[in-house]
């Protein structure tokens, strides 16, 4: 019903940028009331929350990437993004992309981000 991309992961040395996308497809009713969030998982741990745009537009950061990370959404082109800067290597994950309405989650296949020098 809903089908969610990722792309923009590379390797990138400590201190570095990256700007990370997730384009929608399917049912454009179910897009337009989802809200948005990234997530990440590194080898051997759980996938944890990075950050999440409502479909009203509220933001939320985890502790760990605020001030670094900023998320976004083009409504319009049905995309989040996910600009990261100042990257460590413990951000190093598969980033996957999430789409949510009524407590459904679709997920996007995610897009590895290695952070090393």
């Known amino acids: 019903q809903v089908q969610l991309m990722e792309s923009g992961g590379n390797l990138v040395q400590p201190g570095g940028s990256l700007r990370l996308s997730c384009a929608a497809s399917?049912?454009?009713?179910?897009?337009?009331?989802?809200?948005w969030g990234w997530y990440r998982q590194a080898p051997g741990t759980q996938r944890e929350l990075v950050a999440t745009?409502?479909?009203?537009?509220?933001?939320g950061y985890a502790d760990h990437v605020k001030g670094r990370f900023t998320i976004s959404r083009d409504n319009a082109k049905m995309t989040m993004y996910l600009q990261m800067n100042s990257l460590k290597p413990e951000d190093t994950a598969v980033y996957y992309c999430?789409?949510?309405?009524?407590?459904?989650?679709?997920w996007g296949q995610g897009t590895q981000v290695t952070v090393s020098s």
């Open positions: 999430n789409g949510r309405v009524g407590g459904r989650d679709s």
């Open positions: 399917g049912d454009i009713f179910v897009i337009n009331l989802m809200g």
């Open positions: 745009i409502a479909r009203g537009g509220s933001i």
